[in-house]
């Protein structure tokens, strides 16, 4: 399995993880990303995959490094 996390109150609204990955990525009602179908742990998004996919582009492409893929 492969966990994805957003550490969402650093995000910028930049809008790429969307771009690259809207399988998985969205824009909350709070302006911040969010994981499709993910669990809020914290101030976190959690989301558990069976491959990694596109997520690794969102990651990549994240200015302020606060999605992580764990594979
Ligand atoms: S790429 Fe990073 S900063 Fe930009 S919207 Fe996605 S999580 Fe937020």
């Known amino acids: 399995m492969v966990k ?3 550490e969402r109150p650093m ?3 930049c809008g790429n993880c969307i771009d690259n990955c809207p399988e998985y990525f969205e824009f ?5 990303s ?4 993910g ?3 914290g101030d976190n998004d959690e ?8 997520t690794l582009d969102a ?5 302020v490094s606060i999605i992580h893929v764990y594979e």
């Not at 969010?34 to 179908?37: C, V």
């Not at 989301?47 to 596109?54: Q, R, S, V």
Request: proline share 3%.
């Open 34 to 37: 969010t994981l499709k179908g």
């Open 28 to 32: 909350a009602d709070d302006g911040f």
């Open 11 to 13: 995000c910028i609204s």
């Open 39 to 41: 669990e809020r742990v």
């Open 4 to 6: 994805v996390e957003i």
């Open 59 to 63: 990651e990549s492409s994240c200015p």
């Open 47 to 54: 989301l558990e995959i069976k491959e990694a996919g596109c």
